[in-house]
């Protein structure tokens, strides 16, 4: 079982650059897809990016294609989303997740095996 735990929310200008962490716990990080997914109140959860386990593929969410990078380093057991230009309706909860699933396999169901606590991203115009 995979325990993640996320850091790096917080408040910034539109336009601005932010990183998110997500560190796991566990020895079998390596072997999971990881994705990142966010919600904001009132509208349901929606699929950002997600990278398969051995880094070779990647997918996003068109709204975020050329602004947001996923990479992961699984000798740290650490997956990161770098999010620039970012706009004012990026603001949500940003959830980090592990799966199975291949990315494209997140992005369609939007499920995941595990999942991190949570953060707050506040973007301000």
């Known amino acids: 079982q995979v325990q993640l735990v996320q850091s790096g929310g917080g408040l910034v200008q539109a336009g601005g650059s932010l990183t998110l962490s997500c560190a796991a716990s566990?020895?079998?990080?390596?072997?999971?897809?990881m994705g990142w997914f966010r919600q904001a109140p009132g509208k349901e959860r929606e699929f950002v990016a997600a990278i398969s386990w051995s880094a070779g593929s990647a997918y996003y969410v068109d709204s975020v294609k050329g602004r947001f990078t996923i990479s992961r380093d699984n000798a740290k057991n650490t997956v990161y989303l770098q999010m620039n230009r970012l706009k004012s309706e990026d603001t949500a909860v940003y959830y980090c997740?592990?799966?199975?699933?291949?990315?494209?396999?997140?992005?369609?169901?939007?499920?995941?095996?595990?999942w991190g606590q949570g953060t707050q991203v506040t973007v301000s115009s």
């Open positions: 566990g020895r079998t990080f390596s072997t999971y897809n």
């Open positions: 997740a592990a799966g199975k699933g291949t990315p494209q396999t997140m992005a369609v169901i939007k499920a995941a095996d595990y």
